[in-house]
């Protein structure tokens, strides 16, 4: 067991973990943010990502030791961010969430994307967001959405 501070949506959280434990688990079990969730547990379906300093990251296979002070960012205080803000808004206009498992993931995939490119194309859309799953299978209304944050953003 150690004790790691981490910067969780610009707060700072105290929490004892194992240092293998997966960022994943300490931000559900440790500080009850249940939003990031638990999917597939290899990297493999994208529910569980976060951004860690802006960067579009799975958490499931993240060990809580190497998050040192890099500011992690989840879908509990995404929105926060005008470009959050913007794809959270987008879901809601283009009525996306279907089960809605997945959506978190997805946002979080989609706001890196758009801080990375302001205009994606198609091309764009489907290589940033291609590693994150849908069981619904609402990606047609994923980049819709995407599009329309983008159009909202410029």
Known sequence: MATYQLNVNG???????DPSTPLLWVLREELKMTGTKYGCGISACGACTVHLNGVATRSCIVPVSLIGN??????????????????????V?????QCGYCQSGQIMSAVALLKATT????????ESM???????????????AIKRAAEQLT
């Open 93 to 97: 206009e283009k009525d996306v969430v």
């Open 70 to 91: 890099q500011k992690i960012t989840t879908i509990e205080g995404v929105g926060a961010d005008p470009v959050g803000r913007a794809v959270q808004n987008a879901w």
């Open 119 to 126: 205009k994606p194309t198609d091309t764009n859309i489907e």
């Open 130 to 144: 291609g590693g994150n799953l849908c069981r619904c299978a609402t990606y047609v209304r994923i980049r819709e």
């Open 11 to 17: 707060q700072t959280k105290k929490v004892d973990a």
